[in-house]
């Protein structure tokens, strides 16, 4: 059983707030500069939203009441829920792209650590001398 409470949609209607439409968990986001950069629950994708998708947003992170969406916002999320960031009762086609998502890339992680970063530089040996280390931004040494 969903709880109900009573709220306004942008267009200042009444509408009912349940918990059928929201964000699934594991989905980790950052508001910058009134846009939204969301990372899929399996942190595969990386998603850089319009500022026109922050106020949906904001709704969906509460729970959101599909009667209360509009044409657009059902398409948005539609298409948020296909790519694994919703979770929703709504059963629509998602559509390939929606212009409130201006980027859609995959994640790449890069992980590096230096032997002199090490206590003992790491295998027992002394510390590579200053500027032979060339991992960036971590290395107290200076570059060659």
């Not at 009444?14 to 899929?40: E, H, I, P, R």
């Not at 206590?119 to 290395?139: A, D, E, Q, W, Y």
Request: overall charge neutral; aromatic content about 8%.
């Amino acid at each position: 059983m969903s709880t109900r409470a009573w709220g306004t949609n942008e267009k200042g209607w009444a509408c009912a707030v349940a918990d059928n439409t929201k964000l699934k968990k594991g989905t980790a986001y950052q508001v910058v500069d009134g846009q939204v950069v969301a990372v899929s629950p399996a942190g595969e994708k990386v998603y850089l939203l319009h500022p026109a998708a922050l106020p949906l947003w904001k709704r969906l992170e509460a729970g959101a009441d599909s009667s209360c969406l509009s044409n657009e916002e059902t398409s948005f999320v539609a298409y948020l829920a296909a790519k694994g960031l919703l979770e929703t009762s709504l059963k629509l086609d998602a559509p390939a792209t929606h212009p409130w998502v201006l980027c859609e890339e995959e994640v790449e992680v890069m992980a590096a650590i230096c032997a002199s970063s090490l206590v003992g530089g790491g295998s027992g040996k002394k510390p590579p001398k200053p500027g032979k280390c060339r991992v960036f931004g971590s290395c107290k040494f200076p570059f060659e």
